[in-house]
């Protein structure tokens, strides 16, 4: 009997009941989240290309843009009206817990080579809003996240600066001193690397350098260690970044005022500041 006879014969409810399966309806898609459709744009081919982000689909995504590239749609307004969108979206999922880290992964590759094609009709690199440094606190390997921050600077407009990992505190001076950012964002996985924080705010103070604020994040940083020197704030998610760096250059908040108005400045409820 061939596999197509079995199947014909086999009742599918019976395999269900017997295995004790409840029968589902299709899975709710990702664009019908209430939440979600209010971010996503009506308009094509701003829509489409919004839903190729959320959708995670990189060849899709470039195919698209592509195609409006050539339509003639301005790669600034695909950039703003069509992938942010998107990305705004894939942020809401995630901080509902219904996307997590590979899917933020994904929609953001496909997000950065859709940002190059703009680029490359624009003719040179979107202007960008100001410069930040990130970098991987000093004896730590650990660079997910932070490479995470530099795709949501450089989606949000802004020249971000990558460090790399394991980078000493004198290196970060030099980083300040050649590019002037108005935001640092430092992280660390380990207990044991996270002490660098500190030393890196001295050898700041040290060489008579200030920024506006230094973000300190990653999996072994608390905020109350964040908190107990100066010129830092707790930083709780990568996607958190561009709006914090909005916030310093638009309405000039400090490192002080980030601190006392973090849910505000990012927009929605985040525990550690309750
Ligand atoms: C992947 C991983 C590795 C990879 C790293 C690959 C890479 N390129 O990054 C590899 C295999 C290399 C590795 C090695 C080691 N690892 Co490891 N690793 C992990 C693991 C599984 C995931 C870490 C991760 O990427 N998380 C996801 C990223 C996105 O999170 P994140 O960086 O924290 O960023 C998020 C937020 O914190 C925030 N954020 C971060 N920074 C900032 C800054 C600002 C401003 C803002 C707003 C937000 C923000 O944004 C992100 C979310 O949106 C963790 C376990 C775990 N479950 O966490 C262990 C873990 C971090 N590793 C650990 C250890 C001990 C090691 C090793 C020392 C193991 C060993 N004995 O050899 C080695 C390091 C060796 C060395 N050279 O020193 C420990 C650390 C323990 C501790 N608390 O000190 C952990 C916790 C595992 C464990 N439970 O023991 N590791």
């Known amino acids: 009997m061939s596999y197509k006879d079995l199947e014909d014969k086999i009742d599918q409810r019976n395999v269900y009941l017997r295995y004790n399966v409840e029968l589902e309806g299709p899975a709710i898609k990702p664009e019908e989240d209430e939440e979600v459709a209010k971010i996503l744009p009506n308009d094509e081919p701003f829509r489409s290309i919004a839903l190729t982000i959320l959708n995670e689909n990189r060849d899709e995504a470039i195919t698209i843009v592509k195609k409006a590239l050539d339509d003639g749609i301005s790669p600034l307004d695909i950039i703003n009206e069509g992938l942010m969108k998107g990305m705004d979206a894939v942020s809401l999922l995630y901080t509902k817990g219904i996307y997590f880290l590979p899917d933020l992964m994904l929609s953001g590759d496909a997000m950065m080579e859709s940002v190059k094609e703009c680029e490359a009709v624009l003719g040179h690199k979107s202007d960008s809003k100001a410069t930040v440094v990130s970098f991987v606190a000093e004896g730590d390997p650990h660079d997910i996240g932070k490479n995470l921050i530099l795709m949501f600077l450089r989606a949000g407009g802004y020249e971000a600066i990558d460090m790399g990992r394991d980078v000493p505190a004198s ?26 924080f500190p030393k890196v705010v001295k050898a700041l103070e040290d060489a008579d350098l200030e920024v506006p604020a230094i973000g300190c994040g990653g999996g072994a940083v608390r905020k109350d260690f964040v908190e107990s020197f100066p010129m830092s704030v707790y930083g709780v998610e990568a996607y958190h970044t561009p709006k914090l760096a909005d916030a310093i250059l638009n309405d000039k908040k400090d490192w002080k005022d980030l601190r006392k108005e973090y849910s505000d400045v990012v927009g929605g409820f985040v525990s550690e500041y309750s």
């Open 171 to 196: 290196d970060v001076v030099e980083a300040v001193k050649k590019y002037h950012p108005i935001f640092l964002t430092g992280t660390a996985l380990m207990t044991t690397t996270m002490t660098a």
